[in-house]
């Protein structure tokens, strides 16, 4: 008979004017690593918030039973008590903290006089050992990279002796090198009895890591199934999640890439805004067409996003210098509002923390960037507003039950295309995606890719960066390589491989 540790038996969760959760039924064996796989706003992540005790009982209504015994957990330290741990998508880490500060945060090793400072250090670089960091404890995360950061979250939930480890989105921020290494410490700590549940979006990283994959689709449980032989692969994920085969994962697009160039870069430099000896961007040129979509590869750390954000306004950086032109004209922008009104666009790959404002409705995030066109005599005309509003709603199809529904409330995916309207009513001639599908699930994504076709069709500049490989190859006309903050390689996208592009950052690190 299985052991199960955990059980949640017809668990239902109600939001104003959604039905978030409709009796979902979960059952995980103790010492697996488990999936939960499904499209943006399935129910995922409100489902682990439910187990966790983030959405407190009373919320909801249903079961969990975990270890045999029925919880109720009203809050988030009564599951770390007994040993569930929840590990969230933005890290819940402290920068201008120590690595040993953050990791017993509200868990203080106390001695005779207060803290232990000792103890504290000794200890965090215990736990550090078991997920394989050599840093010292008394590091700051503001000067470790992302991959540490999350490697720091899993010693920290070491530290609190977990039994259970819940995982959402671990690896959308990482680069491949660092996801493998994660799952891989996933994989080891399923050999000591630790027992994982993992929501992810990356569907070759849950065939290769999970023993089953539970299916979500609109607040429902599909199906859980079994890939302890690992011969699940990617699209039969794919079928429980949308409910039909993806033969293409990229839409078809006519390639009618104009003449005329959109912008060009030539010749820029950018140093780091506070160790302003070191030069991130390093003498780049680069150019995008009309109706072309180009793309940016590189590791992390490359320098994409710094150059991305450094032609936006001088967003990023100082002593930055180079040339930009936009239409053939040479143009000199000293801050966002001049790159907005220049006809640029910015779409960041951080869109909860500075793409959007999430306490805010639909209908204001989808006008912030150009208000100048919903108001009359410097007051905003609302009605003209919720239409604009609900113009791209319908445009981009946008689940959610209002406009004015706070952006907060929505899925990864449907954020996303809010983002995305933000700058489409903008009108801009050149967007910047940058990570523009990371953390959303397949079906959104295609949606994205559809909306950036449509984007090029109307004559539009489009540059894309990302760290899937794979998606740069299925959109992209053209692709040029980044490795520490210099151009090493620009190629047609007909031409080019994954082998090709790495290799190419490589020779350069060789170089």
């Given at each position: 008979?299985?052991?199960?540790?955990?059980?949640?038996?017809?668990?239902?969760?109600?939001?104003?004017?959604?039905?978030?959760?409709?009796?979902?039924?979960?059952?995980v064996e103790r010492g697996e690593i488990h999936a939960l796989v499904g499209e943006n706003g399935a129910g995922k992540s409100t489902l682990m918030n439910v187990l966790s005790g983030?959405?407190?009982?009373?919320?909801?209504?249903?079961?969990?039973?975990?270890?045999?015994?029925?919880?109720?957990?009203?809050?988030?330290?009564?599951?770390?008590?007994?040993?569930?741990?929840?590990?969230?998508?933005?890290?819940?880490?402290?920068?201008?903290?120590?690595?040993?500060?953050?990791?017993?945060?509200?868990?203080?090793?106390?001695?005779?006089?207060?803290?232990?400072?000792?103890?504290?250090?000794?200890?965090?670089?215990?736990?550090?050992?078991?997920?394989?960091?050599?840093?010292?404890?008394?590091?700051?995360?503001?000067?470790?990279?992302?991959?540490?950061?999350?490697?720091?979250?899993?010693?920290?939930?070491?530290?609190?002796?977990?039994?259970?480890?819940?995982?959402?989105?671990?690896?959308?921020?990482?680069?491949?090198?660092?996801?493998?290494?994660?799952?891989?410490?996933?994989?080891?700590?399923?050999?000591?009895?630790?027992?994982?549940?993992?929501?992810?979006?990356?569907?070759?990283?849950?065939?290769?890591?999970?023993?089953?994959?539970?299916?979500?689709?609109?607040?429902?449980?599909?199906?859980?199934?079994?890939?302890?032989?690992?011969?699940?692969?990617?699209?039969?994920?794919?079928?429980?999640?949308?409910?039909?085969?993806?033969?293409?994962?990229?839409?078809?697009?006519?390639?009618?890439?104009?003449?005329?160039?959109?912008?060009e870069v030539r010749d820029w430099n950018v140093f780091h805004p506070i160790y302003t000896d070191k030069k991130v961007v390093d003498n780049i040129s680069f150019n995008v067409h009309?109706?072309?979509?180009?793309?940016?590869?590189?590791?992390?750390?490359?320098?994409?996003?710094?150059?991305?954000?450094?032609?936006?306004?001088?967003?990023?950086?100082?002593?930055?210098?180079?040339?930009?032109?936009?239409?053939?004209?040479?143009?000199?922008?000293?801050?966002?509002?001049?790159?907005?009104?220049?006809?640029?666009?910015?779409?960041?790959?951080?869109?909860?923390?500075?793409?959007?404002?999430?306490?805010?409705?639909?209908?204001?995030?989808?006008?912030?960037?150009?208000?100048?066109?919903?108001?009359?005599?410097?007051?905003?005309?609302?009605?003209?507003?919720?239409?604009?509003?609900?113009?791209?709603?319908?445009?981009?199809?946008?689940?959610?039950?209002?406009?004015?529904?706070?952006?907060?409330?929505?899925?990864?995916?449907?954020?996303?295309?809010?983002?995305?309207?933000?700058?489409?009513?903008?009108?801009?001639?050149?967007?910047?995606?940058?990570?523009?599908?990371?953390?959303?699930?397949?079906?959104?994504?295609?949606?994205?890719?559809?909306?950036?076709?449509?984007?090029?069709?109307?004559?539009?500049?489009?540059?894309?960066?990302?760290?899937?490989?794979?998606?740069?190859?299925?959109?992209?006309?053209?692709?040029?390589?980044?490795?520490?903050?210099?151009?090493?390689?620009?190629?047609?996208?007909?031409?080019?491989?994954?082998?090709?592009?790495?290799?190419?950052?490589?020779?350069?690190?060789?170089?």
């Amino acid at each position: 008979m299985a052991d199960h540790i955990l059980v949640m038996k017809n668990i239902t969760k109600e939001f104003p004017g959604v039905k978030a959760l409709d009796n979902v039924n979960l059952e995980v064996e103790r010492g697996e690593i488990h999936a939960l796989v499904g499209e943006n706003g399935a129910g995922k992540s409100t489902l682990m918030n439910v187990l966790s005790g983030t959405y407190p009982y009373g919320t909801y209504t249903g079961d969990i039973i975990y270890n045999g015994e029925t919880c109720q957990f009203k809050t988030l330290k009564d599951s770390e008590k007994v040993g569930i741990v929840i590990i969230h998508q933005e890290l819940a880490l402290i920068p201008e903290l120590s690595i040993g500060e953050n990791m017993f945060l509200g868990n203080e090793r106390l001695g005779r006089f207060g803290i232990d400072w000792d103890r504290t250090y000794h200890e965090a670089e215990e736990h550090m050992q078991q997920v394989g960091l050599k840093d010292s404890a008394q590091t700051l995360i503001k000067d470790i990279g992302t991959g540490k950061q999350q490697l720091v979250e899993i010693a920290k939930a070491l530290a609190k002796n977990v039994k259970l480890l819940i995982l959402d989105e671990p690896t959308s921020s990482l680069n491949e090198e660092d996801a493998k290494m994660l799952l891989d410490l996933l994989l080891e700590f399923k050999k000591s009895g630790l027992t994982s549940i993992i929501i992810s979006h990356k569907l070759n990283e849950i065939a290769y890591v999970a023993d089953k994959i539970t299916v979500i689709r609109d607040g429902a449980t599909i199906e859980t199934i079994d890939n302890s032989s690992r011969e699940v692969d990617e699209d039969r994920i794919i079928q429980g999640m949308v409910g039909r085969s993806m033969d293409d994962r990229y839409p078809e697009r006519e390639h009618l890439v104009s003449d005329e160039i959109g912008m060009e870069v030539r010749d820029w430099n950018v140093f780091h805004p506070i160790y302003t000896d070191k030069k991130v961007v390093d003498n780049i040129s680069f150019n995008v067409h009309k109706g072309e979509i180009v793309g940016f590869s590189g590791l992390q750390g490359a320098g994409r996003t710094e150059l991305a954000m450094s032609i936006f306004g001088k967003a990023y950086g100082t002593g930055i210098t180079g040339h930009l032109f936009i239409d053939g004209k040479e143009v000199r922008l000293h801050n966002e509002h001049e790159a907005i009104m220049a006809g640029l666009a910015y779409v960041t790959e951080d869109r909860k923390g500075n793409g959007l404002v999430l306490d805010k409705s639909i209908a204001m995030n989808t006008t912030m960037a150009r208000l100048d066109k919903v108001c009359d005599r410097g007051i905003i005309d609302t009605n003209k507003e919720n239409q604009v509003a609900e113009e791209y709603k319908e445009k981009l199809r946008t689940k959610t039950p209002s406009i004015h529904q706070n952006v907060g409330n929505l899925s990864g995916g449907n954020q996303q295309k809010v983002l995305l309207a933000k700058w489409m009513f903008a009108d801009s001639e050149v967007l910047i995606l940058d990570e523009p599908t990371r953390g959303i699930d397949v079906g959104a994504k295609y949606e994205i890719y559809c909306i950036m076709n449509d984007l090029v069709a109307q004559g539009k500049s489009v540059i894309m960066i990302s760290s899937e490989m794979p998606e740069l190859l299925g959109m992209c006309d053209r692709i040029y390589v980044m490795n520490e903050g210099r151009m090493v390689a620009e190629m047609p996208a007909s031409e080019a491989t994954q082998e090709k592009i790495m290799a190419a950052i490589l020779k350069s690190d060789k170089a």
